[in-house]
T-cell receptor, first 115, second 112 residues
Framework: GEDVEQSLFLSVREGDSSVINCTYT??????LYWYKQEPGAGLQLLTY?????DMKQDQRLTVLLNKKDKHLSLRIADTQTGDSAIYFC???????????????FGQGTILTVHP | DGGITQSPKYLFRKEGQNVTLSCEQN?????MYWYRQDPGQGLRLIYY???????QKGDIAEGYSVSREKKESFPLTVTSAQKNPTAFYLC???????????FGSGTRLTVV
């Protein structure tokens, strides 16, 4: 079955790096995503990685994927107070499955950045 | 500007009433989704639709209904059968078979 797990809270100091971790159970995942949600708003797609990649970098964001351990992480370099938000990881499955097109989300990690 | 619009932003419902949440997109996306968000529980899928006049139940469909009469629109009705409807409701859309969803800004429903 599909299950995505994240730790609920992360607190960092401004200027430090943040690392948000996620584990998933479905080995047939095709894409894995990171979304950001600010208070009272919808989710904003930050980045995604295809399952045959190990790493993807996009400005301050680095995504690492360990397929063997089914572990995904998001590193935010030089974290700013504006990065304070809830971060969700999500997986989508193979096109051949009945879950095609659906995303399964983790519970979200609340990132708090202190000045 | 293309996007996905949810209305209203805040909605109050009395016990025993049905209410309908609106979701409209002008992105020409085939698929649309409704999620419910509760604190500490992430997003749970209520219903989704991949084509006009067809939709599928998600993980928590009981007490909800949807329609998909137009590609652009996917309204969600929260019926009186939904025992705990107070939550933040998010609508999303995506092209079929492509990466990522576009989300609306959400509707916060409160039962009074």
């Amino acid at each position: 079955g599909e299950d995505v797990e994240q730790s609920l809270f992360l607190s960092v100091r401004e200027g430090d790096s943040s690392v948000i971790n996620c584990t998933y159970t479905d080995s047939s995942s095709t894409y894995l995503y990171w979304y950001k949600q600010e208070p009272g708003a919808g989710l904003q797609l930050l980045t995604y990685i295809f399952s045959n990649m190990d790493m993807k970098q996009d400005q301050r964001l680095t995504v690492l994927l360990n397929k063997k351990d089914k572990h995904l992480s998001l590193r935010i370099a030089d974290t700013q107070t504006g990065d304070s938000a809830i971060y969700f990881c999500a997986e989508s499955l193979n096109a051949g499955g009945t879950s095609y097109g659906k995303l399964t989300f983790g519970q979200g990690t609340i990132l708090t950045v202190h000045p | 500007d293309g996007g996905i619009t949810q209305s209203p932003k805040y909605l109050f419902r009395k016990e025993g009433q049905n209410v309908t949440l609106s979701c409209e997109q002008n992105l020409n996306h085939d698929a649309m989704y409704w999620y419910r968000q509760d604190p500490g529980q992430g997003l749970r899928l209520i219903y989704y639709s991949q084509i006009v006049n067809d939709f599928q139940k998600g993980d928590i469909a009981e007490g909800y209904s949807v329609s998909r009469e137009k590609k652009e629109s996917f309204p969600l009705t929260v019926t009186s059968a939904q025992k705990n409807p107070t939550a933040f409701y998010l609508c999303a859309s995506s092209p079929l078979g492509r990466y990522g969803y576009t989300f609306g800004s959400g509707t916060r429903l409160t039962v009074v």
